[in-house]
């Protein structure tokens, strides 16, 4: 027999019945497009709208109840007290064939209230605060880093207008490094809250580097380290001068070894990074103390190397 | 920059789509009804008292495929087409300015920083309507696409046929309608040659739809094929299977 189904068209939720009323019974879910944005994504939490449970309520016993989307399934099953479950394709087409569908400016307007609720709900998260936060302060890096070039060979022809010119820009400059460090510190929380024993091991702007570079922390902590290793690097690695420079070569202590020693020193790095993102995205262990205590050693090793 | 409305010639079966005579090559160019600054960084050119926007091959697969010969369908004025994987906006603002004002694209993208300039971009395309969704789970966006005339997919997945179908089962209008897929055979499993790939997409899609010849892309894009025709009866008989089939979940150190 054929089912009732549960859907939403734009703004509105109904209930189309096979042999019933047309239009089918109409459920606004809400009178501005953010408040309908909003009762929409509070279907998958199974939190329906009263008049629509009644209606689902009310219908004969006998009748199937099919819902259009997966999500909501659960939820409606246990509000309005009855077997739910997901309609077929062809349930689906029938159903939306006997609707009248002409969208009005309000569908638009609702459309784009959840595609903005759904992005803001997704980017809130901290691990996509740290991503944008790391592009950020990497964008700015390079401003930074353009415009002392470019005061390098500035020359201030004095008695000419560049005179003046010359200390405005670098007030300039030195108000851009004091946003980059307020922007440094932003993002070194940002990395110990998301990735802590990442950002203990490497240091927190590179941990944030890693995360923003592999897209998400699942993502870093799904790569082997060879692959963590290049992240950030332009050049492909070849078999003659090896894998270039990525993120991982500005981690912390690198400055503490000889040029000659950093490509080992990287290597051994890389895999201590990978276990501490695994550690940061699945168990959340405290593993900080263990992985920096061997990437001492490591830096000791390789200082006393001779060759 | 203005050129002489001569210029601008509209191809026979889609009339906002133009072609431009230009030194050594033809070029194509789609009257917009957008507003400016440029989506992509792509030529603005004014005509007649219309806006067109240079529709690069390199740029966009779809332009691509019309530049190598695709004789298949492509959207028209006044159609609803459903994009999947519309990315930043790039193809996507293109097919909108095909569909014109008359028409309407729901464009489907599921990674946050792309979609969110799709739907920057949406706010000044009128016809450009942004869904933040997985194309996988189609039933997730039943409540802002009604029946489209065309499905266009760009989606780099190794079931990207499979996808594509259940997309189609549930969205295409009926018989008759039109189906156009970039696939990017490189995304599609190692164990086959391009050639394979694009055979074995030829034939799970020939069961619901007469298929046009398929295009290689290259140079433009290389070990990319658009692939599409019409939809005949047998998609909307039930006789295709319309289910996706889960990623297998990736194991970590899988490079």
Excluded at chain 1, 99 to 122: H, K, N, S, Y
Excluded at chain 1, 136 to 154: I, Q, S, T, V
Excluded at chain 2, 9 to 29: G, H, Q
């Amino acid at each position: 027999m054929v089912p009732a189904v549960v859907l939403a068209d734009g703004p509105r939720l109904l209930v189309v019945e096979a042999g019933g009323p047309l239009p089918p019974v109409t459920c606004s879910l809400g009178a501005t497009p953010p408040e309908a944005a909003r009762r929409y994504a509070l279907l998958a939490d199974g939190d329906f709208p009263g008049p629509l449970v009644q209606a689902v309520r009310a219908l004969p016993r006998e009748s199937k109840v099919v819902a259009a989307d997966p999500r909501w399934v659960e939820g409606l099953a246990r509000a309005a007290g009855r077997p739910v479950r997901t309609a077929t394709v062809a349930e689906l087409r029938a159903a939306r064939s006997r609707l009248d569908r002409t969208a009005g400016p309000e569908d638009r307007a609702f459309l784009l209230a959840v595609a903005r609720r759904m992005l803001e709900t997704a980017l809130a998260s901290p691990e996509e605060v740290l991503v944008a936060l790391a592009r950020e302060e990497d964008r700015l890096e390079r401003a930074l880093g353009r415009e002392a070039r470019a005061a390098d060979h500035f020359l201030a022809v004095p008695g000419t207008l560049l005179e003046t010119y010359a200390p405005a820009w670098e007030a300039a400059r030195r108000d851009l490094e004091r946003h980059h460090a307020q922007l440094l510190g932003l993002l070194e929380e940002s990395a110990r809250r998301v990735a802590p024993n990442l950002a203990s091991l490497v240091g927190e702007r590179v941990a944030g580097r890693l995360v923003a570079a592999a897209g998400s922390l699942p993502a870093l902590a799904r790569m082997n380290s060879s692959r963590l290793q290049l992240l950030g690097s332009r050049r492909r690695p070849s078999p003659v001068r090896g894998p270039r420079y990525g993120v991982l070569f500005r981690a912390v202590r690198m400055n503490d070894l000889p040029v000659a020693r950093r490509g080992a020193y990287a290597r051994s790095l890389a895999a201590l990074a990978v276990v501490a993102a695994r550690a940061d995205a699945t168990t959340h262990a405290d593993v900080a103390l263990r992985l920096i205590a061997r990437r001492d050693r490591r830096i000791e090793e390789l200082r006393r190397r001779d060759r | 920059m203005s050129r002489s409305p001569r210029a601008f010639r509209p191809t026979p079966d889609s009339p906002r789509l133009a072609s431009v005579r230009a030194a050594d090559r033809t070029e194509l160019w789609t009257r917009t009804n957008g507003s400016d600054p440029s989506v992509y960084g792509e030529r603005w050119a004014y005509a007649r008292g219309e806006a067109y926007r240079a529709f690069e091959p390199a740029r966009s697969k779809l332009s691509a495929g019309l530049v190598k010969g695709w004789e298949g369908p492509i959207p028209s004025e006044g159609e609803h087409w459903l994009y999947l994987g519309a990315a930043s906006g790039t193809t996507a603002s293109h097919v909108a300015d095909l569909v014109g004002p008359t028409g309407r694209v729901a464009a489907v993208e599921r990674s946050l920083r792309p979609f969110a300039r799709l739907l920057a971009l949406a706010l000044r395309w009128p016809g450009l309507d942004p869904i933040l969704g997985d194309a996988r789970e189609p039933r997730g966006y039943a409540t802002f696409v009604p029946p489209v005339e065309g499905i266009y997919a760009d989606i780099a997945q190794p079931d990207q046929v499979e996808i594509v179908l259940a997309n189609a089962a549930l969205y295409l209008r009926g018989p008759g309608a039109a189906l156009v897929v970039a696939l990017k055979t490189a995304s599609m499993g190692r164990d086959a040659s391009a050639g394979q790939h694009v055979r074995r997409a030829e034939e799970e899609l020939g069961v619901a739809f007469d298929l046009d010849p398929s295009v290689r892309l290259d140079p433009f894009h290389k070990g990319h094929y658009l692939v599409g025709g019409r939809s005949t009866d047998a998609l909307f008989r039930g006789e295709v299977s319309t289910a996706p089939t889960r990623r297998r979940a990736r194991s970590p150190g899988r490079s």
